[in-house]
């Protein structure tokens, strides 16, 4: 039992000590630029919700057509979302919207 008492007094601060070096190394490299953070793009909900009502539009789904994306999507080559298509502000249908390439190009396809 003492034994067990006595690794404990030592593995604690020890535990401790590495933890702090740990921390401070981490904030030195972040403060000097060794870590680099890249901020995720995102498609501009505006640009997209226009650009769907237009194919939707030239699909012959309609005129007056307006479409409800959801917003802050990742741009993503490959990752597809849903987009509804309203005339008049009623859900007339939905449409998937594919994003082709790291540019954001998208793709409209029936749902």
Same mark, same amino acid.
């Given at each position: 039992m003492a034994e067990q008492s006595s690794f404990m007094r030592i593995a604690v601060p020890v535990s401790a000590i590495v933890v702090a070096v740990c921390a401070a190394v981490v904030t030195i490299k972040a403060l000097t630029g060794g870590i680099? *953070?890249?901020q995720q793009r995102v498609l501009d909900p505006t640009a997209v919700a226009q650009q769907?009502?237009?194919q939707a539009t030239l699909g012959g789904q309609?005129?007056?057509l307006r479409a409800a994306c959801p917003v802050s999507i990742p741009v993503v080559s490959g990752?597809?979302?849903r987009?509804? *298509?309203l005339k008049d502000g009623s859900h007339s249908g939905d449409v998937t919207v594919t994003i082709l390439d790291d540019q954001g190009?998208?793709?409209v396809s029936s749902a």
């Open positions: 680099q *953070i890249q769907v009502a237009d309609g005129t007056n990752a597809k979302f987009c509804a *298509i190009e998208l793709s």
